[in-house]
């Protein structure tokens, strides 16, 4: 009298099962429940430059390799991307050989060259039309020497410690305000580039595909020792007021990039790679940007 409960159990069973399947089935058919609409957030510029209409990207003082100008290679990337991207108007002129002018105006800071030369400015962080003071003779040779060590600049500019001199060439308002005046007072793009090869070795994780005992594939992390080579990207850009001389605001940026020591890539492609992580930096600075993204909705 009890056999036909179980049969109609099971019955119920299979009926619910088939349903629960056809809601799925009608679930994935309707498709996702939210979808993804493009944003882009607005950021301010770091600088406000409504004051100038006309930009002049000066010159840098580079170093580090020789495979590549990073002075002439940064003024013309500069350039390009602020006429595409920028209201500014960019001045095109003879790139300024800043180490030759530092070299000179350090030359006439220490007493060694009197003259201004050919590139103007007179002293580092002296004053316009003020010749250099005739160095005085020291009571011994022992206090003359750190003087004219902390006066001196490298011809050949490898590293951070040989860039650092250079720098007192920003702080010399009377020979940017000359420059401003030259070109109708722009905002001055200036700074330093310092572009160095890189090595370096040691354990790196990396995905790879595995087979396990059943042949199916998986991905699992290994560890593995590998020797890299790559380049340093520094710049430091300064942003002079054309109409004072006067720095405006700096900011200095680090990238780095490594590759297997396998692999031969040429500097300049390096450079460039290295570039586009900093530029969008860059530009923020002078005028305002916007982030793309993606933000997910709910139906």
Not at 42 to 50: E, F, N, R
Not at 189 to 210: I, K, M, Y
Not at 237 to 265: K, P, W
Request: charged residues 25%; neutral net charge.
């Amino acid at each position: 009298m009890t056999a036909p409960a179980p049969r109609k159990s099971n019955a119920r069973r299979a009926a619910l099962v088939a349903c629960t399947a056809a809601l799925a089935v009608a679930a994935i058919a309707c498709g996702p429940d939210y979808f993804e609409i493009p944003i882009e957030t607005p950021i301010q510029p770091k600088l406000d430059v409504s004051a100038f209409q006309r930009v002049l990207v000066a010159g840098f003082i580079s170093g580090g390799t020789e495979d590549v100008d990073a002075n002439q290679e940064t003024v013309r990337l500069l350039r390009s991307q602020l006429r595409t991207k920028s209201q500014l108007k960019v001045i095109d002129a003879d790139i300024l050989p800043l180490m030759e002018i530092a070299q000179d105006q350090s030359k006439s800071a220490s007493g060694d060259d009197p003259s201004t030369g050919g590139h103007e400015g007179g002293a580092i962080g002296g004053q316009s039309g003020q010749s250099a003071q005739p160095a005085q003779p020291a009571a011994s040779g022992d206090h003359q020497a750190p003087q004219d060590k902390t006066m001196a600049l490298s011809t050949k500019i490898k590293d951070e410690k040989d860039l650092e001199p250079y720098e007192r060439l920003f702080a010399n308002t009377a020979y940017w305000k000359r420059i401003g005046e030259e070109y109708q007072n722009p905002l001055i793009v200036t700074g330093t580039v310092l572009f160095v090869p890189n090595a370096r070795s040691g354990f790196v994780q990396r995905d790879e595909e595995v087979l396990d005992s059943f042949g199916r594939r998986r991905v699992v992390p290994m560890r593995t020792y590998m020797e890299r080579k790559g380049f340093i990207l520094r710049p430091k850009f300064v942003f002079i007021d054309g109409r004072t001389g006067a720095t405006m605001y700096s900011e200095t940026h680090r990238e780095e990039i490594l590759y297997n020591a396998q692999q031969n890539t040429p500097a300049l492609s390096s450079y460039f790679e290295l570039m586009d992580r900093i530029v969008p930096n860059f530009l923020s600075a002078l005028s305002s940007q916007k982030i793309k993204g993606t933000r997910v909705l709910l139906k």
